[in-house]
């Protein structure tokens, strides 16, 4: 039989020929894995060579116009890989590279699409991950972790627009990423609150109200679990 070590543990004694380690803290560091085995006699073996899981790394920048992605070569492994290749995870959870590197290129790759992404679909996070091809078997891929890296909550205020039913700029809220939840209220000049919605709600039209400028306030909750509060000005104008 076969034992298998992680980080000089035993984690698992098996006849078979894998391991399947999905535990989720540990998909989310680098490990080292060993085996021994024993034959008949109880005999044991000596350690085999030193095997590591890919693992990869993810952060947005404050203003979430790019990422930056790093990940980790297999240790003892690396002239065995071809390529590298980074791809995304889409809507229907399958993964489209974008990326690939030689086995010898740095692992890093700054993502610029990454607040385009979040433009076309409103996600709250961008989800990577490597795919490692290897030279002898090109038909074997291994993979690292998937790794989500998420948009900093940012909440984007238009300072005017016109209900005017041209189809144009009709109805005023604002426009979100990493946040769950936000209520918005509209005073007028005098002080007094004219309209309150939230974020299931299509926004303020304005319908009774006369062109001028009107304070907003809006507080928000995010992805994060943090509350956010903005104050700000909006013109009516038609």
Known sequence: ????????????????????????????????????????CLEGTEASNLGTNILLMGKGSDDNTISIVEWTPYQDWEKGVNAYSLEVQ????????IYRAGSGADKTYQDNTFLASALA??????????????????????????????????????TAFSPNADGLNDVYRPVTFGIAYYEVSIYNRYGQKIAQFDQTSKGWDASDAAMGAYMVTIRAKGTDNEWYTEKTTVTVVR
């Open 90 to 97: 889409n809507e229907d959870n399958s993964f489209t590279e």
């Open 1 to 40: 039989e076969y034992v298998l070590y992680r980080n000089g543990v035993i984690v698992d004694t098996t006849a078979e020929f894998s391991y399947l380690d999905n535990t989720s803290e540990i998909a989310q560091k680098r490990n080292e894995y060993t085996i021994r085995a024993t034959n008949v």
């Open 121 to 158: 679909g409103f996600s709250t996070y961008k989800c990577y991950r490597i795919a490692a091809y290897e030279n002898e078997y090109p038909q074997q891929v291994s993979y690292s972790n998937v790794e989500c890296v998420p948009y900093k909550p940012v909440i984007f205020i238009p």
